[in-house]
């Protein structure tokens, strides 16, 4: 079966505009992009503009920020600083990579946790698996990591059982390794993590019943590398779709798979922040 994240996406959209409706406070999105020319930039930004759609839909005024690739660490801690202090803005996001030349957890830590809708500052990822270790919840924070709440959210639609179950997590990223494996653990799956460094690494992922995957290398995970009737969830576009969806019982499409629930997940992280869930 093809996971429709477009259902799951609206689904979640109108579920956080119900909850926006019941306050007469305006919400502002702020997003900020570096290095918007670069091949890298450019698909952040046609990730931006379905952010920029998704949350003019429900009525969340959107403001985009770009920086040229040549910004320093100091400049660009400078302007976000200016961007997070203001006071009608209510989430700010960075969009991630940035040029490598930048130090990425010190940018994101200029987000205070009001307004971290992506959960990626010390702070908030802190919280986050501080409750994950204590209370196997959430996070002492009030919303979950989008790419923890998309996985969710398919869990729950099509009723996958987590408990008891084997996961193989491709890449161990702070977008998506890092929070989706300890989030698995904590629901009761046991995790096996694939890094670059992994030797053999289909002989661990074939045997998994999930398969969660946020690398970016296309092509990367090939149906010799799953096992008959597995999940398959590709934030990366690393599946070999056509080949491994005749063996996978659910799986992600390349187009209208995850996409649509991460852009979902960070505005009801926004209407949560502010309504206190």
């Given at each position: 079966m093809i996971?429709?994240?477009?259902?799951i996406g609206?689904?979640i959209?109108?579920?956080?505009q119900d909850k926006?409706?019941q306050?007469?406070?305006?919400?502002?999105?702020?997003?900020?992009?570096?290095?918007?020319?670069?091949?890298?930039?450019q698909?952040?930004?046609?990730?931006?503009?379905?952010?920029k759609?998704?949350?003019e839909?429900?009525?969340?005024?959107?403001?985009?920020?770009?920086?040229?690739?040549?910004?320093s660490?100091?400049?660009?801690r400078e302007?976000l600083?200016?961007i997070?202090?203001?006071?009608?803005?209510?989430?700010?996001?960075?969009?991630?990579?940035?040029?490598?030349?930048l130090?990425t957890?010190?940018?994101?830590n200029?987000?205070?946790?009001e307004?971290?809708?992506?959960?990626?500052?010390?702070?908030?990822?802190?919280k986050?698996f501080?409750r994950?270790?204590?209370?196997?919840?959430?996070?002492r924070?009030?919303i979950l990591p989008?790419?923890v709440?998309t996985?969710?959210?398919?869990?729950?639609?099509?009723n996958?059982?987590?408990?008891?179950?084997?996961a193989?997590v491709?890449g161990y990223?702070?977008l998506?390794?890092?929070?989706?494996?300890?989030?698995?653990?904590?629901q009761g799956?046991?995790?096996s993590?694939?890094?670059?460094?992994?030797?053999?690494?289909?002989?661990?992922?074939k045997?998994a019943?999930?398969?969660?995957?946020?690398?970016?290398?296309?092509?990367?995970i090939?149906?010799?590398?799953?096992?008959?009737?597995a999940?398959?969830?590709?934030?990366?576009?690393?599946?070999?779709?056509e080949?491994v969806s005749?063996?996978?019982?659910?799986i992600?499409?390349?187009t209208?798979?995850v996409?649509p629930?991460?852009?979902a997940?960070?505005?009801k992280?926004?209407?949560?922040?502010?309504n206190g869930q």
């Amino acid at each position: 079966m093809i996971i429709d994240g477009r259902k799951i996406g609206q689904r979640i959209i109108r579920q956080a505009q119900d909850k926006l409706s019941q306050t007469e406070r305006p919400l502002r999105l702020a997003a900020v992009l570096v290095g918007p020319s670069t091949s890298s930039g450019q698909a952040l930004k046609k990730f931006i503009e379905l952010k920029k759609k998704a949350a003019e839909e429900i009525g969340v005024e959107f403001r985009a920020y770009e920086f040229p690739e040549n910004i320093s660490n100091n400049q660009l801690r400078e302007e976000l600083n200016k961007i997070v202090k203001v006071k009608t803005t209510h989430g700010v996001i960075i969009e991630l990579p940035l040029p490598s030349h930048l130090n990425t957890q010190y940018l994101l830590n200029t987000i205070p946790e009001e307004k971290d809708v992506d959960v990626l500052s010390e702070k908030s990822q802190g919280k986050f698996f501080t409750r994950l270790d204590s209370a196997k919840r959430a996070g002492r924070s009030k919303i979950l990591p989008p790419s923890v709440e998309t996985v969710k959210q398919i869990f729950e639609e099509y009723n996958v059982e987590l408990k008891g179950k084997t996961a193989a997590v491709f890449g161990y990223g702070l977008l998506v390794g890092k929070q989706v494996s300890h989030w698995l653990v904590n629901q009761g799956a046991t995790v096996s993590i694939i890094t670059e460094f992994t030797k053999e690494p289909e002989k661990i992922s074939k045997e998994a019943d999930i398969i969660i995957s946020g690398v970016g290398k296309p092509g990367l995970i090939t149906p010799n590398m799953i096992k008959e009737g597995a999940t398959v969830i590709d934030f990366g576009r690393d599946v070999d779709f056509e080949e491994v969806s005749k063996k996978a019982d659910l799986i992600t499409p390349p187009t209208g798979g995850v996409g649509p629930i991460v852009v979902a997940a960070v505005l009801k992280n926004l209407v949560d922040l502010q309504n206190g869930q």
